[in-house]
Protein backbone atom coordinates (compact mmCIF):
# COMPACT_ATOMS: atom_id res chain seq x y z
CA UNK A 1 0.00 0.00 0.00
CA UNK A 2 1.37 3.27 -0.59
CA UNK A 3 -0.15 6.64 -2.32
CA UNK A 4 -0.86 8.64 0.71
CA UNK A 5 2.80 10.53 0.47
CA UNK A 6 2.77 10.23 -3.22
CA UNK A 7 0.15 12.08 -4.72
CA UNK A 8 1.33 15.68 -3.66
CA UNK A 9 -0.89 16.50 -0.63
CA UNK A 10 0.25 20.71 -0.88
CA UNK A 11 -1.21 20.47 -4.48
CA UNK A 12 -4.63 20.32 -3.37
CA UNK A 13 -6.81 22.43 -1.09
CA UNK A 14 -9.90 24.60 -1.98
CA UNK A 15 -7.89 28.05 -2.38
CA UNK A 16 -5.13 26.25 -4.55
CA UNK A 17 -6.69 26.58 -8.26
CA UNK A 18 -3.02 27.70 -9.57
CA UNK A 19 -3.28 25.61 -13.15
CA UNK A 20 0.51 24.73 -12.36
CA UNK A 21 -0.93 22.76 -9.35
CA UNK A 22 -3.76 21.55 -11.05
CA UNK A 23 -0.95 20.15 -13.58
CA UNK A 24 1.20 18.90 -11.01
CA UNK A 25 -1.83 16.70 -9.37
CA UNK A 26 -2.31 14.62 -12.25
CA UNK A 27 1.92 14.37 -12.67
CA UNK A 28 1.59 13.27 -9.18
CA UNK A 29 -0.46 10.13 -9.61
CA UNK A 30 0.86 9.43 -12.92
CA UNK A 31 4.53 8.90 -11.35
CA UNK A 32 2.85 6.79 -8.35
CA UNK A 33 1.69 4.55 -10.61
CA UNK A 34 4.96 4.20 -12.74
CA UNK A 35 6.83 3.69 -9.16
CA UNK A 36 4.17 0.99 -8.11
CA UNK A 37 5.13 -0.62 -11.24
CA UNK A 38 9.07 -0.24 -10.74
CA UNK A 39 8.84 -2.17 -7.09
CA UNK A 40 6.34 -4.76 -8.37
CA UNK A 41 8.15 -5.67 -11.19
CA UNK A 42 11.30 -5.98 -8.32
CA UNK A 43 9.12 -7.67 -5.97
CA UNK A 44 7.91 -10.30 -8.50
CA UNK A 45 11.32 -10.54 -10.01
CA UNK A 46 12.30 -12.54 -6.75
CA UNK A 47 9.32 -14.71 -6.33
CA UNK A 48 6.96 -13.04 -4.62
CA UNK A 49 3.30 -13.10 -4.77
CA UNK A 50 1.40 -9.32 -4.69
CA UNK A 51 -1.48 -8.09 -3.17
CA UNK A 52 -1.86 -4.42 -3.46
CA UNK A 53 -4.17 -2.34 -0.77
CA UNK A 54 -5.74 0.60 -1.70
CA UNK A 55 -4.36 3.97 0.58
CA UNK A 56 -6.26 4.88 3.83
CA UNK A 57 -8.17 7.95 3.62
CA UNK A 58 -6.85 10.90 3.83
CA UNK A 59 -10.02 12.55 5.99
CA UNK A 60 -11.35 15.85 3.61
CA UNK A 61 -14.79 16.05 5.57
CA UNK A 62 -14.21 16.42 9.06
CA UNK A 63 -14.27 19.33 10.73
CA UNK A 64 -10.58 19.82 12.44
CA UNK A 65 -8.15 22.90 13.11
CA UNK A 66 -5.96 21.20 10.76
CA UNK A 67 -5.99 22.75 7.06
CA UNK A 68 -7.82 20.58 4.63
CA UNK A 69 -5.66 19.68 1.56
CA UNK A 70 -9.56 18.79 -0.22
CA UNK A 71 -9.09 16.65 -3.06
CA UNK A 72 -6.24 14.45 -1.72
CA UNK A 73 -8.92 11.52 -0.67
CA UNK A 74 -10.21 11.90 -4.70
CA UNK A 75 -6.46 11.34 -5.77
CA UNK A 76 -5.76 8.37 -3.44
CA UNK A 77 -9.18 6.95 -4.74
CA UNK A 78 -8.02 7.24 -8.16
CA UNK A 79 -4.64 5.94 -7.29
CA UNK A 80 -6.45 2.63 -6.10
CA UNK A 81 -8.09 2.44 -9.09
CA UNK A 82 -5.68 2.91 -11.42
CA UNK A 83 -2.81 0.35 -9.76
CA UNK A 84 -5.67 -2.62 -9.44
CA UNK A 85 -6.84 -1.68 -13.49
CA UNK A 86 -3.36 -1.42 -14.70
CA UNK A 87 -0.92 -3.50 -12.38
CA UNK A 88 -2.88 -6.30 -10.85
CA UNK A 89 -3.79 -8.28 -14.43
CA UNK A 90 -0.06 -7.44 -15.29
CA UNK A 91 1.45 -8.73 -12.14
CA UNK A 92 -1.70 -11.55 -11.33
CA UNK A 93 -1.82 -9.98 -7.80
CA UNK A 94 -4.61 -9.57 -5.64
CA UNK A 95 -6.36 -6.50 -4.06
CA UNK A 96 -7.58 -5.64 -1.07
CA UNK A 97 -10.13 -1.94 -1.34
CA UNK A 98 -9.41 0.08 1.85
CA UNK A 99 -9.88 3.84 0.30
CA UNK A 100 -13.47 2.91 -0.61
CA UNK A 101 -15.29 0.99 2.11
CA UNK A 102 -13.42 2.88 5.06
CA UNK A 103 -14.73 6.57 2.96
CA UNK A 104 -18.09 4.92 3.34
CA UNK A 105 -17.10 4.55 7.10
CA UNK A 106 -16.04 7.41 7.72
CA UNK A 107 -18.88 9.26 6.07
CA UNK A 108 -21.26 7.30 8.59
CA UNK A 109 -19.06 7.59 11.45
CA UNK A 110 -19.60 11.46 10.75
CA UNK A 111 -23.00 11.15 10.80
CA UNK A 112 -24.23 13.12 13.45
CA UNK A 113 -20.62 14.64 14.26
CA UNK A 114 -18.26 16.04 11.57
CA UNK A 115 -15.73 16.72 14.34
CA UNK A 116 -15.68 13.01 14.55
CA UNK A 117 -12.69 11.37 12.49
CA UNK A 118 -11.35 7.72 11.74
CA UNK A 119 -7.99 9.13 11.74
CA UNK A 120 -6.07 11.73 12.95
CA UNK A 121 -6.31 14.92 14.17
CA UNK A 122 -3.77 15.37 10.78
CA UNK A 123 -6.43 14.08 8.43
CA UNK A 124 -3.70 11.43 7.26
CA UNK A 125 -2.51 8.72 10.21
CA UNK A 126 -5.21 6.67 11.02
CA UNK A 127 -5.63 6.19 15.13
CA UNK A 128 -6.62 2.38 16.95
CA UNK A 129 -10.45 3.14 15.45
CA UNK A 130 -8.82 3.23 11.74
CA UNK A 131 -6.16 0.81 12.37
CA UNK A 132 -8.56 -2.17 13.38
CA UNK A 133 -11.19 -1.00 10.71
CA UNK A 134 -8.28 -1.42 8.09
CA UNK A 135 -7.49 -5.24 9.57
CA UNK A 136 -10.82 -5.70 9.29
CA UNK A 137 -11.45 -5.19 5.57
CA UNK A 138 -7.96 -6.64 4.63
CA UNK A 139 -9.22 -10.20 6.61
CA UNK A 140 -12.61 -9.78 4.98
CA UNK A 141 -11.00 -9.50 1.31
CA UNK A 142 -8.32 -12.67 2.56
CA UNK A 143 -11.98 -14.36 3.05
CA UNK A 144 -10.70 -15.25 6.91
CA UNK A 145 -13.19 -17.81 8.50
CA UNK A 146 -15.83 -16.51 10.95
CA UNK A 147 -15.81 -19.26 13.40
CA UNK A 148 -13.42 -19.49 15.99
CA UNK A 149 -14.77 -22.45 17.38
CA UNK A 150 -18.61 -23.93 17.62
CA UNK A 151 -19.51 -26.17 20.69
CA UNK A 152 -22.91 -27.71 21.29
CA UNK A 153 -24.20 -30.16 23.87
CA UNK A 154 -27.74 -31.66 24.99
CA UNK A 155 -28.24 -31.09 28.58
CA UNK A 156 -31.07 -33.53 28.45
CA UNK A 157 -29.09 -36.86 26.66
CA UNK A 158 -25.20 -35.56 26.80
CA UNK A 159 -25.38 -35.86 22.85
CA UNK A 160 -23.08 -33.63 21.20
CA UNK A 161 -24.46 -31.54 18.69
CA UNK A 162 -21.68 -29.61 17.26
CA UNK A 163 -17.80 -29.32 17.18
CA UNK A 164 -16.67 -26.98 14.57
CA UNK A 165 -13.19 -26.03 14.92
CA UNK A 166 -13.37 -28.04 18.03
CA UNK A 167 -13.12 -31.11 20.15
CA UNK A 168 -15.80 -31.85 22.60
CA UNK A 169 -15.65 -34.90 25.05
CA UNK A 170 -15.98 -36.06 28.38
CA UNK A 171 -19.58 -34.80 28.38
CA UNK A 172 -21.55 -35.75 31.95
CA UNK A 173 -25.14 -34.95 32.80
CA UNK A 174 -26.76 -34.26 35.95
CA UNK A 175 -30.43 -33.57 37.39
CA UNK A 176 -29.43 -29.59 36.70
CA UNK A 177 -26.19 -29.33 35.04
CA UNK A 178 -23.87 -30.74 32.16
CA UNK A 179 -20.23 -30.60 31.75
CA UNK A 180 -18.01 -31.11 28.69
CA UNK A 181 -14.25 -30.59 28.03
CA UNK A 182 -13.48 -28.45 24.84
CA UNK A 183 -10.04 -27.96 22.86
CA UNK A 184 -10.85 -25.12 20.52
CA UNK A 185 -8.12 -25.10 17.42
CA UNK A 186 -8.32 -21.00 17.59
CA UNK A 187 -8.30 -18.44 19.99
CA UNK A 188 -10.89 -15.16 20.17
CA UNK A 189 -9.75 -11.75 19.01
CA UNK A 190 -9.56 -9.41 22.43
CA UNK A 191 -10.97 -6.30 20.62
CA UNK A 192 -9.14 -3.69 22.62
CA UNK A 193 -11.12 -0.68 24.10
CA UNK A 194 -9.85 1.81 22.12
CA UNK A 195 -11.06 0.57 18.61
CA UNK A 196 -14.77 -1.00 20.60
CA UNK A 197 -16.67 1.67 18.71
CA UNK A 198 -15.89 -0.22 15.50
CA UNK A 199 -18.45 -2.84 16.47
CA UNK A 200 -20.98 -0.42 15.65
CA UNK A 201 -19.61 -0.05 12.15
CA UNK A 202 -18.69 -3.21 10.96
CA UNK A 203 -20.36 -7.09 11.50
CA UNK A 204 -16.70 -8.01 13.12
CA UNK A 205 -18.17 -10.33 15.70
CA UNK A 206 -20.18 -12.55 13.26
CA UNK A 207 -18.21 -12.35 10.15
CA UNK A 208 -14.58 -13.28 11.99
CA UNK A 209 -14.46 -13.46 16.20
CA UNK A 210 -17.74 -16.29 16.66
CA UNK A 211 -16.69 -18.85 19.29
CA UNK A 212 -20.19 -19.91 20.36
CA UNK A 213 -21.60 -22.05 23.02
CA UNK A 214 -24.89 -23.74 22.68
CA UNK A 215 -26.61 -25.62 25.37
CA UNK A 216 -29.93 -27.26 24.43
CA UNK A 217 -32.13 -29.25 27.22
CA UNK A 218 -32.28 -26.89 30.06
CA UNK A 219 -34.90 -26.50 32.29
CA UNK A 220 -36.00 -22.60 32.75
CA UNK A 221 -34.16 -20.44 34.73
CA UNK A 222 -30.82 -18.37 35.18
CA UNK A 223 -27.60 -20.42 34.68
CA UNK A 224 -23.72 -19.88 35.25
CA UNK A 225 -21.03 -20.86 32.68
CA UNK A 226 -18.22 -22.22 34.95
CA UNK A 227 -14.81 -22.33 33.31
CA UNK A 228 -12.04 -24.78 34.99
CA UNK A 229 -13.37 -23.60 37.77
CA UNK A 230 -14.29 -20.12 37.59
CA UNK A 231 -17.66 -18.69 36.97
CA UNK A 232 -17.67 -15.87 33.60
CA UNK A 233 -20.91 -15.57 32.69
CA UNK A 234 -24.44 -16.16 33.27
CA UNK A 235 -27.54 -16.78 31.20
CA UNK A 236 -31.13 -17.74 30.68
CA UNK A 237 -31.86 -21.41 29.31
CA UNK A 238 -33.27 -19.75 26.33
CA UNK A 239 -30.15 -17.83 25.19
CA UNK A 240 -27.84 -20.76 25.81
CA UNK A 241 -30.32 -22.78 23.35
CA UNK A 242 -29.83 -20.52 20.74
CA UNK A 243 -26.08 -19.69 21.33
CA UNK A 244 -24.08 -17.22 23.17
CA UNK A 245 -20.81 -16.06 21.09
CA UNK A 246 -18.11 -16.50 24.30
CA UNK A 247 -15.87 -14.11 21.95
CA UNK A 248 -17.54 -10.90 23.45
CA UNK A 249 -16.67 -12.32 27.49
CA UNK A 250 -13.55 -11.15 28.53
CA UNK A 251 -13.33 -13.42 31.50
CA UNK A 252 -13.22 -16.27 29.99
CA UNK A 253 -9.63 -18.17 29.96
CA UNK A 254 -9.63 -18.09 26.23
CA UNK A 255 -9.83 -14.50 25.70
CA UNK A 256 -7.52 -13.85 28.93
CA UNK A 257 -5.01 -16.05 26.84
CA UNK A 258 -5.90 -14.06 23.88
CA UNK A 259 -4.98 -10.82 25.24
CA UNK A 260 -1.68 -12.18 26.56
CA UNK A 261 -0.98 -13.09 23.57
CA UNK A 262 -1.72 -9.14 22.11
CA UNK A 263 0.49 -8.00 25.11
CA UNK A 264 3.04 -9.73 24.29
CA UNK A 265 3.09 -8.85 20.72
CA UNK A 266 2.62 -5.07 21.13
CA UNK A 267 6.28 -6.13 22.68
CA UNK A 268 6.87 -7.43 19.46
CA UNK A 269 5.53 -5.27 17.41
CA UNK A 270 7.45 -2.07 19.10
CA UNK A 271 11.23 -3.43 18.54
CA UNK A 272 10.01 -2.68 14.31
CA UNK A 273 8.25 -0.52 14.81
CA UNK A 274 9.61 2.80 16.29
CA UNK A 275 13.45 1.33 16.80
CA UNK A 276 14.28 -0.47 13.98
CA UNK A 277 12.59 1.22 11.17
CA UNK A 278 14.39 4.33 12.52
CA UNK A 279 17.31 2.24 11.86
CA UNK A 280 16.68 1.78 8.78
CA UNK A 281 14.85 5.15 7.43
CA UNK A 282 17.87 7.22 8.91
CA UNK A 283 20.10 4.99 7.35
CA UNK A 284 18.45 5.27 3.67
CA UNK A 285 17.40 9.27 4.54
CA UNK A 286 21.11 9.90 5.23
CA UNK A 287 22.51 7.83 2.66
CA UNK A 288 21.49 10.08 0.14
CA UNK A 289 24.59 12.04 1.05
CA UNK A 290 27.44 10.27 -1.02
CA UNK A 291 30.10 11.40 1.16
CA UNK A 292 28.43 9.62 4.49
CA UNK A 293 29.55 6.31 5.00
CA UNK A 294 26.30 5.21 6.98
CA UNK A 295 28.02 2.24 8.20
CA UNK A 296 29.88 4.54 10.68
CA UNK A 297 28.30 4.96 13.40
CA UNK A 298 29.85 8.10 15.11
CA UNK A 299 29.61 9.65 11.46
CA UNK A 300 26.10 8.64 11.06
CA UNK A 301 25.68 10.31 14.89
CA UNK A 302 27.19 13.38 13.97
CA UNK A 303 25.34 13.60 10.54
CA UNK A 304 22.34 13.39 12.42
CA UNK A 305 22.99 16.09 15.44
CA UNK A 306 24.04 18.66 12.69
CA UNK A 307 20.58 17.90 10.87
CA UNK A 308 18.98 18.20 13.94
CA UNK A 309 20.92 21.63 14.21
CA UNK A 310 20.31 23.12 11.11
CA UNK A 311 16.28 22.62 11.04
CA UNK A 312 16.30 23.73 14.61
CA UNK A 313 18.40 27.01 13.46
CA UNK A 314 15.78 27.43 10.39
CA UNK A 315 12.72 26.99 12.91
CA UNK A 316 12.21 24.25 10.75
CA UNK A 317 8.66 21.84 11.42
CA UNK A 318 10.33 18.96 10.79
CA UNK A 319 12.58 19.94 13.80
CA UNK A 320 10.10 18.25 16.27
CA UNK A 321 10.39 14.44 14.23
CA UNK A 322 13.58 14.77 13.42
CA UNK A 323 15.07 15.66 16.68
CA UNK A 324 13.31 12.64 17.79
CA UNK A 325 14.28 10.20 14.99
CA UNK A 326 18.52 11.20 16.17
CA UNK A 327 17.69 10.49 19.48
CA UNK A 328 16.25 6.96 18.64
CA UNK A 329 19.22 6.11 16.08
CA UNK A 330 21.88 7.58 18.65
CA UNK A 331 20.48 5.51 21.57
CA UNK A 332 19.52 2.37 19.71
CA UNK A 333 22.50 1.65 16.51
CA UNK A 334 24.33 0.75 19.06
CA UNK A 335 21.93 -2.05 20.27
CA UNK A 336 20.62 -3.32 16.72
CA UNK A 337 21.47 -6.75 17.25
CA UNK A 338 20.23 -7.18 20.91
CA UNK A 339 17.05 -5.83 19.25
CA UNK A 340 17.20 -8.22 16.53
CA UNK A 341 17.88 -11.00 19.64
CA UNK A 342 14.83 -9.98 21.39
CA UNK A 343 12.27 -9.59 18.18
CA UNK A 344 13.10 -13.51 17.66
CA UNK A 345 12.70 -14.50 21.02
CA UNK A 346 9.44 -12.67 21.36
CA UNK A 347 8.33 -14.17 17.99
CA UNK A 348 9.53 -17.30 19.24
CA UNK A 349 7.60 -17.00 22.52
CA UNK A 350 4.69 -16.18 20.58
CA UNK A 351 3.94 -19.48 18.94
CA UNK A 352 4.15 -20.88 21.94
CA UNK A 353 1.75 -18.87 23.98
CA UNK A 354 -0.95 -18.72 20.95
CA UNK A 355 -1.45 -22.17 21.43
CA UNK A 356 -5.07 -23.35 22.41
CA UNK A 357 -5.90 -25.36 25.24
CA UNK A 358 -8.07 -27.99 26.55
CA UNK A 359 -10.92 -26.65 29.25
CA UNK A 360 -13.45 -27.79 31.39
CA UNK A 361 -16.84 -26.50 31.12
CA UNK A 362 -19.87 -26.44 33.48
CA UNK A 363 -23.34 -25.15 32.85
CA UNK A 364 -25.38 -25.14 36.17
CA UNK A 365 -27.74 -23.05 37.85
CA UNK A 366 -26.28 -19.86 40.12
CA UNK A 367 -26.83 -18.16 43.37
CA UNK A 368 -27.23 -14.58 43.33
CA UNK A 369 -23.53 -14.00 44.26
CA UNK A 370 -22.00 -16.66 41.60
CA UNK A 371 -24.37 -14.88 39.00
CA UNK A 372 -23.19 -11.33 39.85
CA UNK A 373 -19.67 -12.72 39.39
CA UNK A 374 -20.55 -14.39 36.33
CA UNK A 375 -21.97 -10.97 34.41
CA UNK A 376 -18.48 -9.47 35.46
CA UNK A 377 -20.56 -7.32 38.15
CA UNK A 378 -18.08 -8.28 40.70
CA UNK A 379 -15.22 -6.08 39.75
CA UNK A 380 -13.13 -6.86 42.64
CA UNK A 381 -13.66 -9.45 45.73
CA UNK A 382 -9.69 -8.39 47.68
CA UNK A 383 -9.97 -12.37 48.15
CA UNK A 384 -6.14 -10.93 47.31
CA UNK A 385 -4.34 -7.87 46.49
CA UNK A 386 -2.73 -9.23 43.04
CA UNK A 387 -2.41 -7.09 40.00
CA UNK A 388 -3.02 -3.47 41.91
CA UNK A 389 0.21 -1.51 41.19
CA UNK A 390 1.43 2.16 42.64
CA UNK A 391 0.31 4.81 40.27
CA UNK A 392 3.59 6.52 39.31
CA UNK A 393 2.78 10.12 41.14
CA UNK A 394 2.62 8.16 44.07
CA UNK A 395 5.15 9.54 46.71
CA UNK A 396 5.34 7.32 49.39
CA UNK A 397 4.97 3.97 50.84
CA UNK A 398 2.23 2.19 52.44
CA UNK A 399 1.43 -0.86 54.12
CA UNK A 400 -0.70 -3.68 53.22
CA UNK A 401 -2.50 -6.35 54.25
CA UNK A 402 -5.10 -9.15 53.10
CA UNK A 403 -7.47 -11.02 55.38
CA UNK A 404 -10.86 -12.77 55.59
CA UNK A 405 -11.21 -10.63 51.90
CA UNK A 406 -10.90 -7.33 53.10
CA UNK A 407 -7.57 -5.16 51.96
CA UNK A 408 -6.00 -3.12 54.78
CA UNK A 409 -3.86 -0.21 53.57
CA UNK A 410 -1.67 1.66 56.05
CA UNK A 411 -0.84 5.25 54.27
CA UNK A 412 2.07 7.80 56.05
CA UNK A 413 0.71 10.91 56.83
CA UNK A 414 3.21 14.19 56.99
CA UNK A 415 2.36 17.57 57.64
CA UNK A 416 3.66 20.28 55.50
CA UNK A 417 3.89 17.68 52.46
CA UNK A 418 1.06 16.63 50.08
CA UNK A 419 0.94 13.06 50.82
CA UNK A 420 0.04 10.79 47.32
CA UNK A 421 -0.91 7.42 47.48
CA UNK A 422 -2.91 5.88 44.68
CA UNK A 423 -3.44 2.06 44.06
CA UNK A 424 -4.63 0.60 39.90
CA UNK A 425 -5.13 -2.19 38.26
CA UNK A 426 -6.78 -3.42 34.94
CA UNK A 427 -10.48 -3.67 35.62
CA UNK A 428 -12.56 -3.84 32.02
CA UNK A 429 -16.12 -3.82 32.30
CA UNK A 430 -19.18 -3.01 29.47
CA UNK A 431 -20.99 -0.27 31.21
CA UNK A 432 -23.73 -0.73 28.46
CA UNK A 433 -26.57 -1.10 31.52
CA UNK A 434 -24.62 -0.07 34.55
CA UNK A 435 -25.27 3.39 36.36
CA UNK A 436 -23.23 2.99 39.54
CA UNK A 437 -19.41 2.01 40.65
CA UNK A 438 -20.08 0.28 44.07
CA UNK A 439 -17.31 0.65 46.58
CA UNK A 440 -17.46 -1.14 50.18
CA UNK A 441 -14.95 0.26 52.11
CA UNK A 442 -14.06 1.88 55.31
CA UNK A 443 -11.10 4.30 56.28
CA UNK A 444 -10.54 6.52 59.36
CA UNK A 445 -12.51 9.34 59.61
CA UNK A 446 -11.79 12.42 57.51
CA UNK A 447 -9.44 10.26 55.22
CA UNK A 448 -10.13 11.62 51.62
CA UNK A 449 -11.35 9.21 49.27
CA UNK A 450 -11.07 9.37 45.33
CA UNK A 451 -11.44 7.25 42.38
CA UNK A 452 -10.63 7.42 38.67
CA UNK A 453 -11.57 5.03 35.70
CA UNK A 454 -10.65 5.19 32.12
CA UNK A 455 -13.79 5.03 30.37
CA UNK A 456 -13.97 4.95 26.47
CA UNK A 457 -10.51 5.87 26.69
CA UNK A 458 -10.57 9.14 28.67
CA UNK A 459 -9.43 9.33 32.52
CA UNK A 460 -12.80 10.16 34.21
CA UNK A 461 -12.57 11.41 37.92
CA UNK A 462 -15.35 9.76 39.40
CA UNK A 463 -14.76 10.98 42.78
CA UNK A 464 -12.90 13.44 44.27
CA UNK A 465 -10.79 13.48 47.64
CA UNK A 466 -14.29 12.93 49.64
CA UNK A 467 -13.83 12.55 53.74
CA UNK A 468 -14.42 9.08 55.03
CA UNK A 469 -17.16 8.34 57.91
CA UNK A 470 -14.83 6.19 59.42
CA UNK A 471 -17.19 3.39 59.62
CA UNK A 472 -18.29 0.92 56.96
CA UNK A 473 -20.08 2.54 53.75
CA UNK A 474 -20.96 1.29 50.64
CA UNK A 475 -20.17 4.75 48.01
CA UNK A 476 -22.64 4.46 44.70
CA UNK A 477 -20.54 5.98 42.22
CA UNK A 478 -22.52 7.52 38.94
CA UNK A 479 -20.70 5.94 36.37
CA UNK A 480 -21.64 7.04 32.39
CA UNK A 481 -20.03 5.53 29.21
CA UNK A 482 -19.66 2.13 27.05
CA UNK A 483 -16.15 0.28 28.16
CA UNK A 484 -14.54 0.84 30.94
CA UNK A 485 -10.52 -0.03 31.92
CA UNK A 486 -8.00 0.65 34.51
CA UNK A 487 -9.47 1.92 37.92
CA UNK A 488 -7.22 4.00 39.78
CA UNK A 489 -7.95 4.46 44.19
CA UNK A 490 -6.78 7.63 45.04
CA UNK A 491 -5.48 7.91 48.89
CA UNK A 492 -3.77 10.98 48.93
CA UNK A 493 -4.46 14.45 50.52
CA UNK A 494 -5.67 17.50 48.30
CA UNK A 495 -3.20 19.76 49.33
CA UNK A 496 -0.03 20.14 51.03
CA UNK A 497 -1.66 22.16 53.51
CA UNK A 498 -3.42 19.44 54.80
CA UNK A 499 -3.75 18.47 58.60
CA UNK A 500 -3.69 14.75 59.92
CA UNK A 501 -3.38 14.23 63.90
CA UNK A 502 -1.69 11.22 63.47
CA UNK A 503 1.50 9.57 61.34
CA UNK A 504 -1.20 7.15 59.38
CA UNK A 505 -4.19 6.78 57.89
CA UNK A 506 -5.80 3.49 57.24
CA UNK A 507 -8.08 2.46 54.49
CA UNK A 508 -9.73 -1.01 54.31
CA UNK A 509 -11.78 -2.48 51.05
CA UNK A 510 -14.34 -5.02 50.67
CA UNK A 511 -15.60 -5.54 47.53
CA UNK A 512 -16.20 -3.29 44.35
CA UNK A 513 -18.93 -3.86 41.88
CA UNK A 514 -21.06 -2.58 39.56
CA UNK A 515 -25.34 -1.89 39.51
Known amino acids: MMGMNDVGRGNYGADKTDPALVARRQASIDGHVRNMDKLSALLRGIGCDLIYLTPSIYDQTAEMACYNNVGV ?5 TCGRRVAAELAPKYEAGIADLNGPMTGLNEAYQKDDKTKTLVGPDRVHPGDLGQFLMAYLFLKDQQVPALVAD ?9 VLASANCTVGEVNVTADAVSFTCLEKALPYPVPIVASEALELVPFLAEMNREMLTVKGLAEGTYVVVIDDEPVLAASARELAVGINLAT ?15 LNDQRHAIPASRLRTLAAQRLFMGRDTNLDTDNFEAMKAALEARVEELQKSNNPLYGYMKGQAATYIKY ?11 AKITEELWQLNQPRPHRFLIRPGNADEIAIAEGRVLEDFAAFQGWGLVGWTNCEAQTEVKDGIVTIVAPRQDGTRDMLGYSRNLEADLATVKNLMVRMKADKGAPFGVEWDIDGKLVRLRSYVAATGEWETLAIPVTGKRAGGLTLILAESGATAKWPTPTATYQFDKIWLE
Open 73 to 77: NDALA
Open 151 to 159: MAVDAANGQ
Open 333 to 343: KPLEQELLAEL
Open 249 to 263: CDRTPMYRQAKAVAD
